[in-house]
């Protein structure tokens, strides 16, 4: 027997093992990824059909035969995205069954954005890869349904750890005068500042939708310099809470943090997986934060894991 042959055989019996009604066939392939630098959740499937007399039919049924593999691998790889450090996707679908009513309509309605067929003899092989935005307008994604928006993610989703005191924002100068720029932080003074980039320098941090951002006070008491609370509910529904780098010039050079972003580094990270930064950078941020230019509420903020 010809190797054609033997893979023409081998692929009639996957699809006889895999029948569904109307003679569909699919191969399952894990495949999911979640791109957080980008903005979006995206998963493959592959899939066959029982050879007829009809190519057309032949070929769009592999395809919607891939595209459920795609939405079945979606779903799984959406299920682990972290909300914050002790609620996943996952958590929530099993708490709320509005929530998972919503999560799987928008799994049926994500976008396609490749697919391909290619035939072996008659039997078409098909792949599908379909992709979910984390939020509206965010990297690659635009859609009008998103994870943010389907989870119902508000200003009131702070995360329960999140310390209830928080840093205020200043309403007037400092009575004393600014002091000298810190060398580890970097901006340039001469310019408004358009936002902020953490740099987490190795240190351990998990990606999150609703990551929360504290420093110690005098008294090493802990307070909230920024989280979901900061962030206009409009911004959170078309560009989330956070942005990520995977280095400091990646995270320079998006579009929305501006030219002219607090460059600022992380000094900690708690068990809670929150971010701790220093006195001075706080200073400089409710200094550069004033008269109306509050690029935290505008969630112009990224986290570098450079």
């Not at 928008?106 to 939020?135: F, M």
């Not at 509206?136 to 999140?162: H, R």
């Not at 950078?281 to 903020?301: C, F, P």
């Amino acid at each position: 027997m010809s190797r054609r042959k033997i893979v023409a055989t081998v692929i009639m019996i996957i699809a006889l093992a895999f029948s569904v009604s109307q003679l569909l066939f699919a191969q399952e392939n894990k495949s999911g990824e979640i791109n957080w630098v980008q903005g979006y959740i995206s998963a493959v499937g592959n899939g066959t059909a029982d050879p007829s007399d009809n190519r057309v039919k032949d070929r769009l049924n592999a395809l919607r035969s891939a595209e459920l593999v795609a939405q079945r691998n979606l779903l799984e790889t959406l299920k682990g995205v972290q909300i914050d450090s002790r609620t996943t996707v996952e958590n929530l679908m099993l708490k709320e069954d509005v929530i998972n009513s919503r999560v799987d309509g928008v799994v049926k309605g994500a976008q396609i954005v490749k697919q391909d067929v290619t035939w072996e003899k008659n039997i078409p092989l098909a792949t599908v890869e379909i992709r979910v935005c984390l939020s509206n307008q965010v990297g690659g994604c635009n859609m009008t349904s998103s994870l943010i928006t389907v989870l119902k993610i508000n200003p009131q989703s702070e995360p329960p750890y999140a310390p209830a005191d928080r840093v205020k924002p200043l309403t007037a100068p400092p009575s004393s005068p600014p002091q000298k720029q810190i060398k580890s932080i970097v901006y340039d003074t001469n310019k408004p500042v358009t936002g902020a980039i953490f740099l987490l320098d190795g240190q351990p941090f998990e990606r999150q939708l609703l990551p929360v951002i504290i420093t110690k006070s005098d008294k090493n008491k802990p307070l909230t310099v920024y989280s979901v609370k900061n962030v206009k509910p409009k911004v959170i529904r078309n560009y989330g809470v956070v942005r990520y780098a995977n280095n400091e010039q990646q995270a320079k050079s998006n579009p929305y943090i501006g030219e002219n972003a607090l460059i600022i580094p992380v000094e900690d990270i708690t068990e809670d997986n929150m971010i701790v930064i220093s006195a001075d950078a706080v200073r400089i941020i409710r200094e550069t934060t004033m008269h109306g230019n509050d690029y935290l509420s505008d969630a112009k903020v990224v986290i570098c894991s450079n």
